[in-house]
């Protein structure tokens, strides 16, 4: 059943979007060809010269927004570049919400990327299944990539995904303010509570909320959610795709949901019209004064102001300050498209090694201001330092925690954000309203 949901999942929209296709872009001479693919595994390239002498071009499709990723990424290609003279890179960069689209529509259209990334482990299993990526196992810089963080790429034996960084999950706040206000860093739900007060009597928005955008709204809910169910449960979103668990009868679900909701008080007046671009803003020049969010918000952040004094701390989600835990897992994952062009697939090879090499991996740290998936001495900033490390006990570490795909994904913080919008959340009417959308999705 579960590969039938997997496979239903991706085929469904790329039969949608070669319905609506006038006509499939066409493919010039430098573009990557995305022909029928091959069954070998990906190993280190000999030469990618052409025969006919012409540069080779392949696509690396992400959605990396913020500056220093930005600008990791230009360091990246262009030391790729000056190495391999004949290929060239082309980046394209586009939001988080439209990224599964715009991916899917290029796949579709057979314009796949050479190079791209994908959330979670589900999805790299969804794509393998359905015959698109490439196994990296043979690549050499990619075996510098921590052995954990590596198991949440692999799919029957072969390494479809290479985490790109650890990340980190919880409280982002401008350190400055709460200095000012001689407030300390909160360990229990009443103590947020309070800081919460204090900071809306002083005139202060407490957290920045960008709900406008869904993905960074899941981020609010997913991190309550997961301390308090998917801590207990590693399986709890499998359980719920498959309708192996309700909604309706997950008290823990309910729990969570209400704390997230609780603070719908001091997320500012419209939450909803709030941007991910407009909450880092707000957390920069002290307008606000946290954010829940991932590890990546410290590059974000620091890109509106350099100077911004940035904290982090976990997520309270009871008055028990055990209860707090700083989420970690592996990243983003960059995975290889299954081409039938072996000299596309050597230059994507190249190219992995180059991404992952400890120049490159450094100036991620430095640069993208992320926790390199590449063990090694790195120049971090003080948050990225505190949630790499954070004691055993007091983290809940996801690897091996199977996501939803992005299909059941949308559909439930979709119906999350629906009821974040009422004035008072209704915890069993969300719950039916999931248990009949997933009910939909399965058949």
Known sequence: MRKKIMYAALGAVLVWTLGGCQKAP???????STAQPQTEVLTEP?????????????????HMQEEGKKAWVEFVVQKFEEENPNIKVNVETV????????????????????????????????????GYLYDLGEIENVKNVDEQLLISGQVDGGQFGIPMETSGYGVFYNKDIFEKYGMNEPGTLSELYQICENLQAEGIQPFAAPMGEQWALALYARTVNDLISVQKDKEWYVKKARLDSSFKGDEDFKKAMEIYFSFKPYWGDDPFGTSWDNAQDMIATGKSAMLIH?????????????????????????DNTTDAKMIKEP???LVCYKSDDLNILKASAELFNTIFSMESQKKYAEEAKQIPAVAGEYNMLEPLKLIMDYPEDRSFVESGVQKFTNEYEDIFYETVSAASMNDT????????ELDKQF???IK
Not at 26 to 32: G, H
Not at 426 to 432: F, M
Request: contains cysteine; hydrophobic residues 35%.
């Open 26 to 32: 066409e493919v010039k001479e430098e573009q990557n």
């Open 46 to 62: 000999e030469s990618v010269e052409k025969t006919d002498g012409k540069k080779i071009t392949i696509t690396w499709l992400n």
């Open 95 to 130: 939001g988080a919400d439209s990224y599964v689209t715009v991916l899917q529509t290029k796949i579709a259209s057979d314009d796949a990327p050479a190079v791209f990334d994908l959330y979670t482990n589900e999805d790299v299993v969804m794509y393998q299944e359905s």
């Open 294 to 318: 991932g590890s990546w918000a410290v590059d974000g952040i620091l890109s509106k102001n350099p100077d911004c004094n940035i904290g982090v701390f976990p997520m309270p989600v009871s």
């Open 331 to 333: 990243g983003t994952m």
């Open 425 to 432: 959340l209704n915890a069993d009417s969300l719950c039916d």
């Open 439 to 441: 009910s939909v999705l």
